[in-house]
């Protein structure tokens, strides 16, 4: 199915966060165990550029702010400017702009293997709201998407089946393509690279990114990685939490650089 192509409501079972993460049989005691193991939170939302920003928020604070997030300076994640700015701007009803605070809106925290060096870290995708009177920011990327997948459905009883393609490159130390061109669909050019590639997978699925298959591309040192499709704006966040793990799982083997994440949707 093309990318934002719509489904009836009726014809389609729903699919949660939940349930990917914690099975079918989810129930609120179960959640809250699952929330209890974590150390740390980490409060992730994305600017105009999808760069994801963040606010670290410790175990002991978390209960309090699991509904009111914490505080976050507004300029910085919602019109990717610098924070020190000295300047002061109104909004369109006329109030002073305040700093915002990051406030989860059908997300469930996810655990982040590949963080925190032996403490368990959670990441929730959140979005910014007004600190002045808790109003949504509504420039915030993810709320205006997840807005307009609500109004597709109240409206016009429809969803968004959103599918994708996770495409990257990934360079040697010496700025190299990991290998040549010519390994599209080879197994053998997968096979030399599976353990950090089906380690990568796993990762994905435990911290609810649903993978569906893995492959070498067209381009030297290029991998490929296919999302289930997801309804409404969870197929973004997965996208969005994605971009982070194959960077920071890679970062520490020996023959490999970087990795360098190009997004094509299918």
């Known amino acids: 199915m093309a990318p934002h192509e719509s489904t009836r409501i009726e014809s389609i079972r729903p699919i949660t966060m939940e349930s990917i993460l914690f099975g079918d049989e989810l129930n609120t005691d179960s959640l809250k165990t699952k929330i209890?193991?974590?150390?740390?939170?980490?409060?992730?939302?994305?600017?105009?550029?999808?760069?994801?920003?963040?606010?670290?928020?410790?175990?002991?604070?978390?209960p309090r702010m699991s509904k009111k997030g914490p505080g976050i300076a507004w300029r910085t994640p919602v019109l990717s400017f610098d924070s020190f700015n000295n300047?002061?701007?109104?909004?369109?009803?006329?109030?002073?702009?305040?700093?915002?605070?990051?406030?989860?809106?059908?997300?469930?925290?996810?655990?982040?293997?590949?963080a925190g060096k032996g403490h368990?870290?959670?990441?929730?995708?959140?979005?910014?709201?007004?600190?002045?009177?808790?109003?949504?920011?509504?420039a915030c990327p993810r709320y205006m998407a997840r807005r307009l997948c609500e109004?597709?459905?109240?409206?016009?009883?429809?969803?968004?089946l959103h599918a994708s393609e996770m495409e990257f490159t990934i360079f040697k130390e010496n700025m190299e393509p990991l290998f040549e061109e010519g390994g599209f669909y080879i197994s053998q050019e997968f096979a030399n690279h599976e353990e950090e590639l089906l380690s990568l997978s796993t990762m994905c699925e435990k911290a609810g990114?649903?993978?569906?298959?893995?492959?070498?591309?067209?381009?030297?040192?290029?991998?490929?990685?296919v999302l289930k499709p997801e309804f409404g704006v969870e197929g973004a966040d997965n996208e969005f939490l994605f971009k982070m793990l194959p960077k920071k799982s890679y970062k520490n083997q020996d023959n490999i650089r970087d990795v360098l994440l190009c997004l094509n949707q299918s």
């Open 36 to 62: 209890d193991e974590y150390d740390f939170y980490r409060y992730l939302v994305s600017d105009f550029h999808g760069i994801a920003r963040c606010k670290i928020v410790t175990k002991s604070a978390y």
């Open 87 to 114: 300047y002061d701007l109104t909004r369109v009803d006329g109030k002073r702009c305040t700093d915002a605070r990051l406030i989860v809106e059908q997300s469930v925290p996810r655990p982040l293997q590949w």
């Open 151 to 160: 109004k597709l459905e109240s409206e016009y009883k429809l969803r968004i």
């Open 120 to 138: 368990s870290v959670a990441g929730v995708i959140c979005e910014t709201w007004w600190g002045v009177d808790e109003q949504p920011q509504m």
């Open 209 to 225: 990114i649903p993978i569906e298959t893995l492959q070498t591309e067209y381009g030297p040192g290029q991998i490929e990685l």
